[in-house]
């Protein structure tokens, strides 16, 4: 069973790996469920990652619903 602080250093930890593979290919284009499949999660802690990421405006959702780094022109 986790604890508070044990999911929330699970989400950190989670964050640090989406971000590290979307720096290293800034073309990465994943919908929702591109996203949960490629990192294994459930879908709860998939929409979490990816809504906390768009708020600190690291990703953008584009008009197909895809989730690209918020830098890159796409």
Same mark, same amino acid.
């Given at each position: ?19 590290? +593979? ?5 073309? #990465?284009? !994943? @919908? ?9 999660? &459930? ?8 809504? +906390? ?5 690291? #990703?953008? !959702? @584009? ?9 890159? &022109?796409?």
């Amino acid at each position: 069973m986790f604890t508070i602080t044990q999911q929330h250093a699970d989400l950190h930890d989670w964050e640090q790996l989406i971000r590290a +593979e979307y720096q290293e290919v800034p073309g #990465l284009c !994943l @919908t929702r469920r591109q996203a949960q499949r490629l990192w294994n999660l &459930d879908p709860e802690m998939c929409d979490t990652l990816l809504q +906390e990421m768009v708020a600190d405006h690291f #990703l953008r !959702l @584009t008009p197909t619903d895809r989730f690209v780094r918020a830098d890159v &022109d796409r």
